[in-house]
């Protein structure tokens, strides 16, 4: 089982950066394939970005692919998205996600998620 606890989020200007980590418990993480998805009040979780357990595969949605970078220290335990040239619809709650092995476009296919932090962009 992993505990995920998100941090890093916050206020920025359009066209500003924002870099988001993902803390994992737990003596396993390197076996789990890692994910970014946002969420707005009343809709779906909307994939942002995920990355294999080994790190050697990512995946990104289309509407971040450029400007958003999915990275992993296993050694750390840690998952970071970094995110550039911000604009105001990335404006969501986001969450890391930890599913077994493979990376994954799908938020049913994760188990374990954290608690959520607050990315706002102003314009």
């Known amino acids: 089982q992993v505990q995920l606890v998100e941090s890093g989020g916050g206020l920025v200007q359009a066209g500003g950066s924002l870099r988001l980590s993902c803390a994992a418990s737990?003596?396993?993480?390197?076996?789990?394939?890692m994910g970014w998805f946002r969420q707005a009040p009343g809709k779906e979780h909307e994939f942002v970005a995920a990355i294999s357990w080994t790190g050697d595969r990512t995946l990104y949605a289309d509407s971040v692919t450029g400007r958003f970078t999915i990275s992993r220290v296993n050694g750390k335990n840690t998952v970071y998205l970094q995110m550039n040239s911000l604009k105001p619809e990335d404006t969501r709650v986001y969450y890391c996600?930890?599913?077994?092995?493979?990376?994954?476009?799908?938020?049913?296919?994760?188990?374990?998620w954290g608690q959520g932090t607050q990315v706002t962009v102003s314009s």
């Open positions: 737990g003596p396993t993480f390197s076996r789990y394939a």
């Open positions: 996600a930890a599913r077994i092995w493979s990376a994954s476009r799908s938020s049913d296919e994760y188990g374990y």
